[in-house]
């Protein structure tokens, strides 16, 4: 069955830092471009971080949007078949649901700016996990 799977999530105070996770199940995450996504309440849902397959694009090239470069890193545990998003100095705007996606065109880039109506072209979902920064 193929499933991603975040976690990671939870209530943090602004300036704090939380790593979410993205298991993936069913197939080889390493053969797909992965992202990392975010819908806050009442906005559209906007690209965080990407990263290309390291199988197909020879170099797994990361993109990272404006909403949180700097701040933010992704990474790939293959022997975990596993994707993590790194996230410090955190805003109360940063509050969101997280969500990690993949699909099999496209660069990191590409899937990174998508449009919410493009985003709906992903291959697969997970089912988001809740980042809250309060204090």
Known sequence: ??????????????GGSLTLSCVASGFTLDYWTIGWFRQAPGKEREGVACMGSSIRNADGSTY????MKGRSTISR??????????MDSL???DTAVYY?????????HAMCVATATAQR??????????????S
């Open 1 to 14: 069955q193929v499933q991603l799977v975040e976690s990671g999530g939870g209530l943090v105070h602004p």
């Open 64 to 67: 990272y949007t404006d909403s």
């Open 77 to 86: 545990d293959n022997a975990k078949n596993t994707v993590y998003l790194i």
């Open 100 to 108: 990690c996606a993949v699909t099999y065109r496209g660069t990191a």
């Open 121 to 134: 072209g992903f291959d697969y979902w997970g089912q988001g996990t809740q980042v809250t920064v309060s």
């Open 91 to 93: 805003e109360p705007e």
